[in-house]
């Protein structure tokens, strides 16, 4: 047998991408669903995915996706996990490789919002979900949870600049659970990946607070050091 017809007796199947899209408003995590427009399970709450066309890697499909939801081009994002269960979609055999991308909800463009029927969900009020997208989300938390223990990519999920509070919030929503403030503080200071402002935030309180801009360079140093993030 050759080689040709060696391949074109293997079983075939479909290959898909579905994206975990999270952002943060200021004070909660969230994860952006879609509501299915087709069959199966038409209707029911769904991460954003579709199928891997012949000219493009897993990479360019998760990123054509998330382009497609949001008009993002340039966002952080990651490969997950792959997940291939026999029986994972009832309408055919798919493998699907999950992505998780994290984004600023503000620049997220909500005349979107009409094409796909999305909506974001806190973490905690997450719907029923199709398939195995609700493992796909608990896999996409614990590794973003793993990820910002020693890297900087929690700060993809702010604006340019913020106030110490607010990182502290995104921080506290990551991880589900209060930080002391005087020790987040302390801790994120004395790493010096941040640079202060002279402009202060002044909606959240009369006295204001000054805000920050995270700078990468410094933290490349430090990350070569091997020094914990948080």
């Known amino acids: 047998m050759d080689i040709i017809t060696k391949y074109n007796t293997q079983d075939r199947l479909l290959v898909a991408v579905d ?25 029911k709450w769904s991460l954003m995915g579709g199928f891997v066309n012949q000219d493009e890697s897993t990479d360019e ?26 029986d994972r979609d009832p309408a055919s055999r798919v493998v699907s490789i999950a992505y998780f991308a994290l984004i600023n909800i503000k620049d997220y463009q909500e005349r979107l919002h ?3 029927e999305a909506r974001w969900f806190p973490l905690d009020q997450i719907p029923d979900l199709v398939f195995d997208h609700t493992e796909m989300l608990r896999k996409a938390k614990e590794r973003l949870q793993q990820k910002v223990a020693n890297q900087p ?5 702010l604006p340019g600049k913020f106030t110490l509070p607010q990182l502290q919030n995104l921080y506290e929503a990551i991880y589900e659970t209060p930080l002391d403030k005087r020790n987040f503080t302390r801790k994120i200071l004395s790493l010096d ?7 202060k935030e002044k909606e959240s309180s009369r006295k204001g607070a000054f805000y920050y801009v995270f700078d990468r360079d410094k933290f490349s140093r430090l990350h070569q050091e091997g020094v914990k993030f948080i």
Do not use: W
């Open 153 to 157: 990519i929690g700060f993809e999920l």
């Open 114 to 116: 009409d094409d796909h």
């Open 193 to 199: 990946i941040l640079n202060k402002l002279e402009e």
């Open 61 to 86: 499909a998760a990123q054509r996706v998330l382009h497609d939801l949001t008009g993002l081009q340039t966002t952080y994002m990651e490969q997950l996990y792959c997940f291939s269960g026999v």
């Open 19 to 43: 994206c975990i899209i999270f952002g943060f408003d200021g004070h909660q995590l969230k994860a952006l669903l879609v509501k299915r427009n087709i069959d199966p399970d038409r209707g």
